[in-house]
Structure formats: structure tokens, C-alpha cells
């Protein structure tokens, strides 16, 4: 599982965020070999899911929002085992450790606000030990910098990508890769 995350990310950094499901056709014919999935339900997961898989590219659920489905390791134990993608995101430190439980690929995506923000997502990622940890927004050089060197495990930028600069920021910031919704960064 994390070799071929990392090596997708070796091929493209960018990965798609799809948060509307008209612009999935769109992310799967991108260069993109990795697809963020922030939208859908229990009636369409698997339908999606197989979609992108059958097509090579590697998907990621971001189970918090996901409709249908309880936030509890059931409904975790129910992806995994139903529906299969190649790993999940949550905000959650409780989904996110059942996930390393239950040997499915973990990325802790983490809200940073304020110092008091930062620190606790510190501590939390250092204590769980996702895969890896997506941090937002992720145009703060200096806190992808200073995150990555304290809880020594991979880190994606994501949120308020804008441009080129913004993608490189990032990358000469420490970060492995850069999640966006926006199309046009698909294609760098």
C-alpha cells in the first residue's frame, strides 16, 4: 500500500481532489495517478471506487464526508472490506487509528488555524502515526516545513492552492504532494 503511494506520487504530486462527483470523468482522465474522494454516498462509494480503480488510478476516501455511513470503526471495517479503496482520509484521530487497526492506508488530514491548532495536530500525528497527514491550508510554507520535521511522516499540502508557486512552495517546502480540487493544477 505505501510503496504504491509513493510511487503514483513519484509519477505526479498533484493529486485530485474531487468534491463534486460531475468532475470525477475529469479527474481520472487527468495526469493525476491519485484521486482525493470528498464526495459521495453509501449507494454510489463502490460504483466510484471501481471506477477509478478499473481505470490504474489510486483512491483515497475521505470517510468524514460521506454520506450514509456512521463516523465509527464499522463503518470503516465496512469500506475496507466492501468497497476496498486504496485508503482513506479522516480529520478524526479515533478513524484514523482503527484504520492502522485494520492495516487500511491512513492519511489524518489536519486543520491548522492557530499555534493551538498546529500543536495539538503535532501531538495527535506523532501519538497515531498515520501513513501520512494532509495539512490546510496549504499555502503556509513555513508550517509544512515545521510540521513535516516534527512528526516525521510524509505530508500533503491541500486548500487554497492557487497556482504554480503555490504547488512549489509546497514541494521545496517538504511536502510530497499537493491535493486540490482545482483543475487547472491538475494538469502541472
Same mark, same amino acid.
Given at each position: *500500500?505505501?510503496?504504491?503511494?509513493?510511487?503514483?506520487?513519484?509519477?505526479?504530486? @498533484?493529486?485530485?481532489?474531487?468534491?463534486?462527483?460531475?468532475?470525477?470523468?475529469?479527474? @481520472?482522465?487527468?495526469?493525476?495517478?491519485? $484521486? &482525493?474522494?470528498?464526495?459521495?454516498?453509501?449507494?454510489?462509494?463502490?460504483? $466510484?471506487?471501481?471506477?477509478?480503480?478499473?481505470?490504474?488510478?489510486?483512491?483515497?476516501?475521505?470517510?468524514?464526508? *460521506?454520506?450514509?455511513?456512521?463516523?465509527?470503526?464499522?463503518?470503516?471495517?465496512?469500506?475496507?472490506?466492501?468497497?476496498?479503496?486504496?485508503? $482513506? !482520509?479522516?480529520?478524526?484521530?479515533?478513524?484514523?487509528?482503527?484504520?492502522?487497526?485494520?492495516?487500511? &492506508?491512513?492519511?489524518?488530514?489536519? &486543520?491548522?488555524?492557530?499555534?493551538?491548532?498546529?500543536?495539538?495536530? $503535532?501531538?495527535?500525528?506523532?501519538?497515531?502515526?498515520?501513513?501520512?497527514?494532509?495539512?490546510?491550508?496549504?499555502?503556509?510554507?513555513?508550517?509544512?516545513?515545521?510540521?513535516?520535521?516534527?512528526?516525521?511522516?510524509?505530508? !500533503?499540502?491541500?486548500?487554497?492552492?492557487?497556482?504554480?508557486?503555490?504547488?512549489?512552495?509546497?514541494?521545496?517546502?517538504?511536502?510530497?504532494?499537493?491535493?486540490?480540487?482545482?483543475?487547472?493544477?491538475?494538469? *502541472?
Amino acid at each position: *500500500m505505501k510503496n504504491e503511494f509513493y510511487g503514483k506520487l513519484q509519477i505526479s504530486p @498533484i493529486i485530485a481532489a474531487v468534491n463534486n462527483l460531475e468532475k470525477l470523468h475529469n479527474a @481520472i482522465e487527468s495526469p493525476c495517478e491519485i $484521486i &482525493f474522494l470528498l464526495k459521495g454516498n453509501i449507494l454510489n462509494l463502490d460504483k $466510484i471506487v471501481h471506477k477509478v480503480k478499473e481505470s490504474g488510478k489510486s483512491i483515497y476516501i475521505h470517510v468524514d464526508l *460521506m454520506d450514509g455511513f456512521g463516523r465509527d470503526e464499522y463503518a470503516l471495517r465496512y469500506i475496507k472490506e466492501k468497497i476496498n479503496p486504496h485508503g $482513506i !482520509i479522516s480529520t478524526k484521530a479515533s478513524i484514523i487509528k482503527a484504520a492502522k487497526e485494520n492495516n487500511l &492506508f491512513a492519511i489524518q488530514r489536519l &486543520f491548522i488555524l492557530d499555534n493551538l491548532s498546529l500543536s495539538s495536530g $503535532i501531538s495527535t500525528a506523532k501519538a497515531i502515526k498515520p501513513d501520512a497527514v494532509e495539512i490546510l491550508p496549504g499555502v503556509m510554507n513555513k508550517i509544512t516545513e515545521k510540521v513535516r520535521k516534527e512528526i516525521n511522516v510524509p505530508v !500533503i499540502t491541500g486548500g487554497l492552492i492557487a497556482d504554480k508557486e503555490d504547488v512549489i512552495g509546497s514541494l521545496k517546502a517538504g511536502a510530497i504532494a499537493i491535493s486540490t480540487s482545482k483543475e487547472e493544477i491538475w494538469y *502541472m
